[in-house]
């Protein structure tokens, strides 16, 4: 005998229970995604600017409207027109809602500079193995990086924006105490092995 009754499995039902909220929040997404993300960074960017201790007279500018770039001046410059920065990435912003898509913080170096894979090696050397362990594994182009997840900052049925705004400031004051080693960093691996 065939079973007549057909069960869903909790989560599906869960979604379709709620699907006018699910349809809302990608609609809502899809139409103040973009510009929303945009206001956000540029109150970041004044936000560091007042919260951040030791980078006022730092460039500070937005990026391909998903990020935002942190660096003193020519210090750190490594080609013509790029430069080594304290980095806030939103540029997996469209996936907000998918697991593991959360913005991050962290150090960037350019795509295509030849001396990223040096840099990364001798300046996770020079900031030595307990500062690393407060970050995620090394990459070429984000030597030094950590996620700051959305779901870490949510209260009940509330999202603590102060919170989430606090652990990238913290992220970011961190990266700054570490100014001399990366501008020497950046200096040694520029002029070659002596």
Known sequence: MVDEKFELSPRIELILANIKTVREIRRAFKEEGEAEIKRFLRFMIDNIRNKV?????????????KSVAIYP???WKVRKDDYVAISLDFSNWGKLIDPGEDPWVGLRVPEDWSFKKG??????EALGRDF????????????VWAPVRYEDHVKGDTFDIEGFLGEFNERIS?????KSIISRTIKQIQRGPK
């Open 132 to 143: 690393m362990s407060e970050w995620d594994e090394p990459e070429d182009e984000w030597p």
């Open 174 to 178: 961190t990266l700054v105490s570490e």
């Open 73 to 75: 001046g020519n210090q």
């Open 119 to 124: 840099f990364k090696r001798k300046l996770n």
């Open 53 to 65: 201790a030791g980078i006022r007279s730092w460039e500070l500018t937005m990026e391909g409207g």
